[in-house]
């Protein structure tokens, strides 16, 4: 079914029905949305559709839309002096690739994104049409001097080079941050935004976007629909925070990426940089569950993925069988082999970040410290084009022509250049014959996010039966390989058996060649059966399926959730909740508060009352006013439940005469300010801190910034003041350590927010919850209104204590109005939240204006 929506993204100017070969392929397409969420009305006059009784019977596939800068398409001028294109699939692009690997019969995949051609505007409806019919591809079209300004300018000089660990620490290293071409950058991204919006069904596609270039579009996306199923993967390394922090748009990348659903990297390392940054920037910290790394951001659940990209075999498998393949690979021998010579081989682009001069040094090192090599070892270095363009790129070149030069005019002789430099493009085949032909393939790039040479080569090194005769082997031979990788690419921690080497380190890469060398036959053997076991099994085919079922599977609680966005520009957000759990409004309370007659208030104090972050942690003069007036109402009975120590809580509410207090959890309680303090759990001498206390020293003075608290009952170690991920990781081993040296105490070993803390056992806020409802139904004051707020894991217990008692209709009446409340959006047993500390300063306003209003009247009665 075509709706004018979707023919006016390709313009038909003629008015004229759709082609056939059009009419085909939109039965696969969705039916557009005019508005986020609703689906346009143009299709339902049946006169209109052009294939209603068709689609209706169609084999619904599920559909995914892959966006990435450029298309898996390669476009050519026609030459046979006809205007137009010619276009054709591009093999060796990872996009179609993993296509290949999830499966036509199961996933309709749609493409997204430009062309590597300027397409003239007059050509682009003509040229849009051609690659939706034939390839499914939906073309961007970005004018040259944006595109320039996003591609070449904030992508390659800002982003690419910040991402490989380069700052701008002057002119030449690196681009310094230029506004304007960010602002480039979030229009392209704008615009691939737009592009989508003509194609997705955002209830039931999946979209899947693909590195640096669109880090942005995650944001555009959710703001049109909340519910978007959104993965975003990124192919490239991610700095560690030191390093992320110096970029100035640095949260709203952050924030971005978190509008996805599934975030993927290639290697632990960047995602835990990425990790590290969202709790540093964002005070967002991560869980991992059942081997699922996962953020809450704003009610969302963001998992993470960790799985490196592999290779698309039956494409490396049909070149190896190529006669091409096999002619080439016969040449190299002649020149090689068969003239006494071993071939080290190393294929790289022409950049800054691949190391060639690292490795043509280690070179000539192993030339000087081993001259038995000189004559017989040829290292052959295939230099890929570079992809981006500047001052640095003639550098790598000027550099890398000069030191084959010095090499080969000091080590070479007739017959002989001991580095053999290939700087023009190679065909495919070319490349896979010189893998076969190599004794060694050497990986030395600085810093790369995944790198798949080397999985290139083990897999040409298993070779195929044909080239086994081609070598002179039996059939039968165990195949070998050697590898030399740099320790700072993706692919490294995946390939056990390689030699890792410090690419800086000349030495060590030296000799790193030296030992390739000398390996004996079988450890080569053992080594490579070990990689091609790997490489073989986690093919790209693997990797896509393994991504696409890790978003499906984040994504199906989608619809159990109600969604609305918030925030403008780049800081916007999709606050999602459970269909039960809800913001909890003020008219509402306010009404019911009104309404009602016997009343329990329960109010945390830290983080609920008083912000986490603030210095002085004593009550305002407001908040002191607040609560008295709360109190002065006699349908009212207030509790402030704190885990700090009676004490601290006399003198900072000695001002309060009706207020009931709940230091230290609720170990201690009182009712008002007279009367005695009550000991809510019988527990004895705390004989246990003696124990306690030397192992929180050790801890407090390993963590800078961490402190220790020792009230009556209880220890508590805090690190709000340290570093936040040495702090959380020094927090796990202390609780490990405190539950072993106190086990047969009678206390229990907590994790809080930023803290641990041990205290007896059986002491919680629950009982506090409990106490209060029991005292109050004792006076015959069954409450109708009961309100509890909190903002930690401490105060669940209350929560617990408060919704079990309105199940069991035995301390709350069935018919009374119930607000249990936490403090910001995240997981609880409470069923409302509220965002902040300033939002339960107004309600608890809210709350005591009504009672000081009622007070004032009954005076005057």
Known sequence: ??????????????????????????????????????????????????????????????????????????????????????????????????????????????????????????????????????????????????????????????????????????????????????????????????????????????????????????????????????????????????????????????????????????????????????????????????????????????????????????????????????????????????????????????DIFKGISLKLLAMEQLLIQHPEWQGKVVLVQIANPARGTGKDVKEVKTETYSTVKRINETFGRPGYDPVILIDEPLKFYERIAYYVTAECCLVTAVRDGMNLIPYEYIISRQGTNNLDKVLGLEPS?????????????????????????????????????????????????????????????????????????????????????????????????????????????????????????TRAILLDYDGTLMPQSSIDKSPSLKTIEMLNTLCRDKNNMVFVVSAKSRNTLEEWFADCEKLGLAAEHGCFLRSKRDEEWETCVQFEECGWKQNAEPVMMLYTETTDGSTIEDKETALVWSYEDADPDFGSCQAKELLDHLESVLANEPVTVKRGQSSVEVKPQGVSKGLVAKRMLTTMQERGMTPDFVVCIGDDRSDEDMFEVITSSVASGELISSKAEVFACTVGNKPSKAKYYLDDTVEIARLMKGLASVSEQSVNVLAFE
């Open 477 to 597: 031979t165990p195949k070998k390989s050697m590898l030399v990788v740099s320790e700072f690419i993706g692919c490294s921690p995946s390939l056990s058996g390689a030699v890792r080497v410090n690419p800086w380190n000349i030495d060590a890469v030296s000799d790193a060649m030296d030992c390739a060398l000398e390996l004996s036959e079988g450890e080569k053997q053992m080594r490579h059966e070990k990689h091609y076991k790997y490489v073989s099994s986690h093919d790209v085919g693997y990797w896509a399926r393994s991504f696409y079922q890790d978003l499906e599977r984040t994504c199906k609680d989608h619809v159990r959730r109600r969604c609305w966005g918030i925030g403008f520009g780049l800081s916007f957000r999709v606050v999602a909740l459970d269909l039960e759990f809800r913001k909890l409004s003020m008219e509402h309370i306010v009404s019911a508060y009104k309404r009602t007659t």
């Open 1 to 350: 079914m075509v709706s004018r929506s979707y023919s006016n993204l390709l313009d038909l100017a003629s008015g004229e029905l759709p082609s056939p070969s059009f009419t085909r392929m939109s039965r696969q397409m969705p039916r557009i949305m005019t508005v986020a969420g609703i689906i346009s009305d143009l299709d339902d006059d049946p006169s209109e559709s052009v294939c209603s009784d068709i689609s209706s019977s169609s084999v619904q596939h599920d559909r995914l839309i892959i966006v990435a800068n450029q298309l898996p398409i390669k476009a050519h001028r026609k030459t046979d002096g006809s205007r137009g294109w010619t276009f054709s699939w591009d093999e060796n692009s990872l996009l179609l690739q993993l296509k290949d690997g999830l499966g036509d019969d199961e996933i309709d995949v749609i493409y997204v994104g430009c062309l590597k051609e300027e397409i003239h505007p007059n050509e682009q409806d003509e040229v849009s049409q051609t690659l939706l019919e034939t390839f499914k591809c939906v073309p961007t079209f970005i004018p040259l001097e944006l595109f320039t300004r996003f591609y070449h300018g904030f992508c390659k000089q800002q982003l690419w080079p910040l991402f490989h660990y380069m700052l701008p620490l002057s002119p030449d290293l690196g681009g310094r941050f230029n506004r304007s071409l960010w602002q480039a950058y979030v229009s392209v991204n704008k615009i691939f935004a737009d592009r989508i919006m003509e194609v997705i069904n955002p209830e039931d596609d999946f979209v899947w976007i693909h590195d640096y270039h669109l880090m942005v579009l995650p944001t555009f996306l959710r703001k049109r629909f909340n519910r978007v199923k959104l993965g975003f993967f990124l192919h490239s390394p991610f700095p560690s925070s030191e390093i992320y922090k110096t970029l100035p748009v640095r949260e709203e990348l952050l924030r971005a990426l978190l509008n996805s659903d599934l975030i993927g990297f290639h290697t632990f390392d960047y995602a835990r940089h990425f990790l590290s940054c969202c709790s540093r920037l964002l005070g967002i910290s991560y869980e991992s569950k059942r081997g699922y790394i996962s953020l809450e951001y704003y009610g969302r659940t963001v998992s993470i993925k960790i799985l490196p990209v592999g290779i698309h075999m039956k494409q490396l498998q049909s070149v190896l069988n190529l006669p091409e393949t096999e002619s080439k690979v016969s040449s190299l021998i002649k020149q090689f082999q068969q003239q006494g010579k071993t071939m080290l081989l190393g294929v790289d682009d022409l």
